[in-house]
């Protein structure tokens, strides 16, 4: 079959709008009608090359469609079914997934930079040659085809636009704060840097029950939509002293967890400055591989506990659907994050307001 697809050839290179070719479905693939694509930071961080995948490749990783056809070994999905798609297949039996860490599955970890599928080979072609897949699903592509395991069913009523999201940005945040810091009710939490993760942060740390939740940010913007969606007080840095307004809050003990999704060296230091003893730090954002991040060692000490985190925690299959009936409740804030919808051929617009700082999130939205 032939479809569109944003492709990048090249670092530093706009994204081209071509038609791309796919081959036969395999056994465990589902074919998905792309109808939203999300823009998260890590496409624009291939983008600009800081993480380098092999080219041509279609990013977006960010996707919600509708199941137009599977492949023979697939069971429990039905053509016209509602998916969201998660970027982290998992075998179920390899050293990692048995310690209950799929997002280290070794298949997984194996192929990713590869980008192709999860079997290792590739599905999408242009002009007769290999195109990667990138985060095994491309999805800024008119069609996406993803194994089995990776497309999620959605409620019925749940706007796609807005379950898109939940398929990286929201699912990073909500899940630091409920699967892997397992905040609990009076809690006290800082989040650093409030783009779709953090303002995700500041919803799964109200939804674990914190009661002080302090929203770190420069931008002003950002920290009004931080207290719409649960923050309870706001630093706005560098004007305002975070690191005092952490103390202010905790009688100078220190907030018992820091989510940080601001991704710089400040924003580190930060949250290992800012986090009681005994208390826990979870990093989210972050920064060039092969940067150094220094430290005050006094601010580590203190038997706190450190944490780097890529996808909350995430099972998507028990998760992703709480996460939108949390959001068909009005319980989890999505309408907020959009700041426009665009058109595929806009998508290099929206790249532009991502590296701006502009909004928090452009959508592509598919016609049909
Ligand atoms: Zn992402
Ligand atoms: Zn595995």
């Known amino acids: ?21 796919a081959v036969d479905l395999q056994p465990n693939d589902v074919l998905v009608r792309v109808v939203a694509a999300g823009l998260c930071h890590t496409d624009l961080e291939v983008i600009e090359g800081q993480l380098v995948y092999p080219m041509p490749i279609v990013l977006g990783h960010e996707t919600a469609g509708v199941i137009e056809a599977v492949g023979s070994a697939v069971s429990l999905k039905r053509r016209g079914e509602r998916v969201v798609l998660s970027w982290n297949p998992h075998c179920g039996h390899c050293f990692h997934c048995e310690r209950d860490q799929p997002i280290l ?9 590869h980008a192709v599928q999860f079997d290792g080979a590739t599905r999408l072609r242009l ?23 990776c497309a999620i069913a959605m409620p019925a009523d749940m706007p796609l636009d807005r379950a898109c999201l939940i398929g990286c940005g929201v699912m990073t945040g909500v899940g630091a704060a409920i699967n892997i810091a397992r905040l609990g009710y009076g809690e006290t939490v800082m989040v650093i840097g409030c783009g779709a993760v953090g303002l995700s942060a500041v919803q799964g740390a109200r939804l674990a029950g ?9 931008n002003r913007d950002r920290l009004a939509l931080a207290q719409k969606v649960g923050a309870t007080h706001v630093a706005a840095v560098p004007d305002e002293d975070a690191l005092e307004a952490a103390s202010r809050l905790t009688g100078g003990r220190g907030v018992d967890c820091v989510l940080e999704s601001a991704g ?13 003893t005994g208390g826990q730090i979870v990093w989210l954002g972050k920064t060039g591989v092969n940067e150094d991040v220094a430290f005050r060692w ?11 985190s890529s996808y909350g925690g995430a099972r998507p299959a028990r998760d992703f659907p709480l996460l939108a009936r949390a959001y068909l409740d009005g319980k989890l804030h999505l309408d907020p994050y959009l700041t426009r919808h665009l058109t595929l051929e806009d998508i290099n ?12 999130r452009s959508v592509i939205q598919f016609a049909g």
């Open 349 to 360: 617009a929206g790249f532009a307001d991502l590296k701006a700082g502009r909004g928090i």
């Open 264 to 276: 710089n060296a400040p924003a580190f230091r930060l949250s290992a400055e800012a986090c009681r």
């Open 127 to 149: 002009g007769g040659a290999p195109l990667r897949t990138m985060f095994y699903m491309a999805g800024f592509a008119e069609y996406a085809i993803v194994t089995d395991s």
């Open 298 to 308: 006094g601010s580590l000490m203190g038997e706190k506990r450190i944490v780097r």
């Open 210 to 218: 914190a009661t002080a939740i302090l929203a770190v940010d420069r």
């Open 105 to 113: 599955c070794e298949t997984y970890t194996a192929n990713g930079p």
């Open 1 to 21: 079959m032939q479809f569109r697809a944003a492709v990048l050839h090249a670092p530093h290179t706009p994204l081209a709008i071509e038609t791309i070719e």
